[in-house]
């Protein structure tokens, strides 16, 4: 059971210690050992029985905000996640733009008197409009 010992410590690193941390750690640390236990009667092996338990049990971050500790800031991922829609806003502009332009060069290339270029145009604007909408929603 040294494992999930290891493991509960790991999770609990980057909190300071106090009263309340311990008492934390110690009930999660009791409630893995008797998932283990559980899944060992059910004819898991220990080794199987821990990684399952650990897998189970997954990450703490709620238990970290209640305790004062500071996860990844959620608008350095808003931030994150607005860069990446300009990024896509800039692409899709872009590509829209060449393939218009290609349709244009096709259309005046092989039939110039026919001005037809126009309806396809139609169908690739929604690309960077789409965008556009997506992008507004995270400004």
Not at 17 to 46: A, P
């Amino acid at each position: 059971m040294r494992k999930i010992t290891n493991h509960v410590e790991e999770l609990f690193k980057d909190i300071p210690d106090s009263e309340e941390k311990q008492t934390i750690q110690q009930e999660i640390l009791q409630n893995l050992e008797e998932k283990v236990y559980d899944l060992m009667e059910h004819g898991k092996e220990e080794e199987d029985a821990i990684n399952k338990a650990i897998v189970e049990f997954g990450h703490i971050d709620e238990i970290k905000n209640e305790l004062g500790v500071r996860t990844p800031d959620e608008n350095s991922w808003q931030k994150k996640k607005k860069e990446k829609t300009k990024i896509d806003l800039g692409f899709s502009i872009c590509g829209s733009a060449l393939i218009i332009g290609l349709m244009l060069f096709i259309n005046m290339y092989y039939s110039p008197d026919t001005i037809w270029f126009v309806y396809p145009t139609f169908a690739v604007l929604w690309w960077p409009l789409a965008m556009f909408y997506r992008w507004l929603k995270w400004k």
